[in-house]
């Protein structure tokens, strides 16, 4: 979902801000602005969830929400709550569920869930620099005090979620967005680009000798340029998946050797299996190690019985998603 309609279609009838779930782009709208708003965390479960530690919400001051913390049972509240947060200043740590002040608000699941509500306003360095992060895709880690003291610091892999609360202090880790960088321009590409767009990765389709002008309202980026050049542009990091769909063994080859060593987490080729021993000679051939090899995922895609575009797109999305989520990305 683009930034500007993050907030926009919030009073539907339809709980369309249920479907962002990086509330960066969101929360940069509120720091532009010249009123506060609120942010919202996930920061501890107990029992079953619809939403993992860490969910966000951003409340804009006029009540308008982005994200979701729950499965829209809470998040009415959270919006109301996020807007006296932002009037008084003081966060509040706000128990929903079992053991909650708020009967007769009901957690279908039955668990237990505490979200740190705190002020947005458009003079926290802090949360501008989580801002900048996400736009210079570093990893950082953000840290607040039940008083609402904010500060970050470099990210720590070894906490392991990517929230949670640590006596007086309440954390949050940000990643930077996973990105989707896919070779091809054959319709088994343009669908794995537009089902990364609608998954809320940052796409970027890459076509040799392309045309000029991109496909609508199919990727955030378009580049016209051979595999090589277009890594070599953008560099692929620990966030980054890499497909692609040339059905050229020659181009696909360019693409893998780059991509292949790279630290990328996850790196396929669209193909039949009888193509797989050719392309990995060629790999061994072009001296890389097999531990860089070995991590071709071909042919691409989980064996869910694909057979149109879309559904080998499906495919590969949910072969992407299980690598990111095992890898801990």
């Known amino acids: 979902m683009r930034p500007e309609t993050l907030f926009d279609r919030a009073d539907a009838d339809w709980p369309l801000f249920g479907l962002v779930d990086d509330v960066r782009p969101a929360l940069a709208a509120i720091l532009e602005g010249a009123r506060p708003g609120a942010l919202a965390t996930l920061v501890a479960v107990d029992g079953p969830s619809p939403r993992p530690v860490g969910a966000q919400m951003a409340i804009a001051p006029d009540g308008k929400a982005a994200g979701c913390v729950s499965g829209g049972c809470v998040e009415g509240s959270v919006a109301i709550i996020g807007r006296e947060v932002a009037s008084q200043g003081a966060p509040r740590l706000v128990v929903f569920g079992a ?20 002020r947005a306003a458009p003079e926290d360095e802090t949360l501008r620099a989580v801002v900048e992060a996400r736009e210079a895709r570093r990893s950082m880690v953000r840290t607040v005090t039940r008083a609402g003291c904010a500060a970050v610091e470099p990210p720590d892999r070894r906490r392991g979620a990517l929230a949670g609360v640590e006596g007086d202090v309440v954390w949050r880790r940000y990643d930077p967005p996973t990105r989707l960088m896919i070779f091809g321009g054959d319709p088994v590409a343009l669908a794995t680009a537009q089902l990364g767009l609608a998954a809320g990765m940052e796409t970027i389709l890459v076509r040799r000798l392309g045309p000029q002008s991109a496909p609508v309202n199919i990727a955030d980026d378009y580049l016209a340029m051979a595999p090589d050049d277009a890594l070599a542009e953008t560099p692929p990091d620990a966030w980054t ?3 692609t769909t040339t059905h050229d063994l020659d181009e696909d080859h360019e693409c893998l050797e780059r991509a292949l060593p790279s630290p990328a987490f996850y790196v396929g080729a669209l193909g039949s299996r009888r193509r ?5 000679a060629k790999l061994e051939r072009a001296g890389l190690p097999w531990d860089a090899i070995r991590r071709l995922r071909a042919p691409v895609g989980m064996d869910i019985g694909a057979a149109t575009p879309m559904e080998i797109a499906l495919s590969i999305l949910a072969e992407i998603v299980c690598a990111q989520r095992r890898a801990g990305a």
């Not at 039955?110 to 509500?117: A, D, K, L, Q, T």
């Not at 797989?276 to 990995?280: E, F, K, Q, S, T």
């Open 276 to 280: 797989l021993a050719d392309r990995i």
């Open 241 to 243: 998946a890499i497909v």
């Open 99 to 118: 053991g909650s002040p708020y009967l007769d608000i009901k957690l279908v699941c039955g668990s237990r869930i505490e979200v740190f509500i705190e």
